[in-house]
């Protein structure tokens, strides 16, 4: 199980950080965890990604600089410390975990990928 928490509502330019926890398994194997947003009439889009491996991480362009993705192996839980918020990162956000990621990096944005997702949390960011 993967459950999502920390969203809320915060202006622009503000803060927040989400916590992805899992239970059930841990982060400890060679995982990839990806975190997704979805906006209203929008798809789903990959966000950030981290390697559990390894620590290895990936981001969209949009949020590069801006989002931090971490993981606490102690805490089995994963972490998107999201700063310089804007109202277009409003949006549902959600994690997935993929349990068999390719050890090139590649498809990690791609949400066929992920085996298991959380509910998510919702993110509104006002202007």
């Known amino acids: 199980q993967l459950v999502e928490s920390g969203g809320g509502l915060v202006q622009a330019g503000g803060s927040l950080r989400l916590s992805c926890a899992a239970s059930?398994?841990?982060?400890?194997?060679?995982?990839?965890i990806g975190w997704f947003r979805q906006a209203p009439g929008k798809e789903r889009e990959g966000v950030s990604c981290?390697?559990?491996?390894?620590?290895?991480?990936y981001y969209i362009d949009s949020v590069e600089g801006r989002f931090t993705v971490s993981i606490d192996n102690a805490k089995n839980t994963v972490y998107l410390q999201m700063n310089s918020l804007k109202p277009e990162d409003t949006a549902v956000y959600s994690c997935?975990?993929?349990?068999?990621?390719?050890?090139?990096?590649?498809?990690?944005?791609?949400?066929?990928?992920?085996?298991?997702w959380g509910q998510g949390t919702q993110v509104t960011v006002s202007s």
């Open positions: 997935g975990v993929d349990f068999f990621p390719n050890p090139d990096g590649s498809m990690r944005f791609r949400r066929s990928s992920y085996d298991y």
């Open positions: 059930g398994f841990t982060f400890d194997d060679d995982y990839a």
């Open positions: 981290i390697d559990s491996s390894d620590g290895r991480t």
